[in-house]
């Protein structure tokens, strides 16, 4: 068994973000093991467009598929490219996003190999593991890190001995970083029809409908989030109010959506959005693991909580002791003061 493999999402002729996170920890992955980074890129005329971007996250060798069969995204023509590139490869790991394509892609993918698959992973590590009931030591296994238990707990899971290892992790849980922009990798054209049956494009997509996002969660440098301590609907508005003062994002806890204070698409955690954003200001959240593991990443945390021994507040920077209601108009009369 060798290499680190990372499946790219492509749509049209542009490489979707969370691959470029998943490559870059597939090269630190990669390295770690001492061996190769391996890509795999299916599309619809993608040859010459998406090469450069996808080697300068480091690369070793690039499997190109490019038919017109493989866009708009179906699931057979995908798998089926996977199931034998892999069975050809044998790769250690196979990592890929935890997105519409990656959760339908992956069981599959792994069903077929009987490999096993941990879905929705925040954390991905190489360490060893000893099994207990058959006494066997193994090295340079992929620790498979996630919430479990609707949070309440954090699992390591392990496949000490199908291969490929397969998780799929969410956009925004790791960082994105190029190790250089003429990186020297290999770049294999596979014909896709050695790979795909002609009985694989049973399914052909009519017409696609992409709805744009109600809000930028994700891209915003500065997130104001309430939870459930927020205690109503008209709490949220102070939220909005800050965040518009800030030029921000409103975001929520699962606690808050499940109230119906707020939209589910506002919110953030192991069951909706990981955010990175510069300052993340959480109001009235306690800190669960399933919440922490959407924000963690944040550059300065402020906490704004009436409890000062909220779990949020061993992870924040700064804590204010208050209320939502307190603290809130306060901090938004400041801004409106000194703002230029």
């Known amino acids: 068994m060798n290499s680190v493999f990372v499946y790219c999402e492509i749509d049209k002729c542009t490489v979707e973000e969370v691959s470029f996170e998943l490559l870059t920890k597939g090269r630190k992955l990669a390295n770690e093991l001492g061996v190769a980074l391996e890509a795999v890129a299916a599309g619809s005329g ?58 339908d892609l992956g069981p599959r993918v792994s069903s077929s190999l009987t490999s096993g698959l941990t879905a929705d992973c925040t954390a991905l590590e190489i360490g060893d593991y000893d099994d207990r ?12 890190i996630r919430p479990a238990f609707g949070g309440n707990i954090v699992a390591t899971i392990v496949n000490p001995d199908n291969r490929p290892q397969m998780a799929t992790v969410r956009s925004g849980v790791m960082k994105a970083e190029k190790v250089a922009e003429y990186y020297n990798g290999d770049i294999v054209y596979h014909k896709v029809e050695d790979f795909v049956p002609d009985t694989d494009y ?59 204070f707020c939209e589910h698409d506002l919110q953030i955690g192991q069951t909706g959005v990981t955010v990175r954003p510069k300052v993340y200001i959480a109001c009235g959240i306690s800190g669960a693991i399933q919440h922490v ?10 906490s704004i909580n009436t409890d000062p021994n909220a779990p949020i507040n061993q992870l924040a920077d700064y804590v204010i002791t208050g209320s939502v209601e307190e603290v809130l108009p306060k901090m938004i009369k400041y801004y409106k003061e000194n703002s230029k």
């Not at 480091?58 to 598929?65: A, S």
């Not at 891209?219 to 301590?229: K, S």
């Open 133 to 144: 009931k058959t006494g066997k030591h193994y090295e340079g296994l992929l620790y498979q």
């Open 293 to 302: 593991a959407g924000m963690k990443e944040s550059g300065i945390v402020i």
């Open 46 to 103: 993608i040859t010459g467009k998406v090469e450069k971007d996808i080697l300068s996250y480091g690369v070793d060798k690039l499997h190109m598929f490019d038919a017109p069969g493989l866009y708009p995204y179906t699931s057979k023509p995908h798998t089926s490219i996977l199931v034998n590139l892999f069975k050809q490869e044998k790769p250690q790991i196979c990592l890929m996003g935890a997105t519409v394509i990656g959760r």
């Open 202 to 260: 049973v399914v052909k997509v009519i017409e696609r409908h992409v709805e744009k996002a109600a809000n930028n969660l994700k891209g915003a440098p500065i997130v104001v989030a309430g939870g459930y301590g927020v205690g109503s609907k008209e709490g949220f508005d102070l939220l909005r109010k800050l965040a518009a003062e800030l030029h921000g994002e409103v975001g929520a806890s699962r606690a808050a959506v499940d109230a119906g």
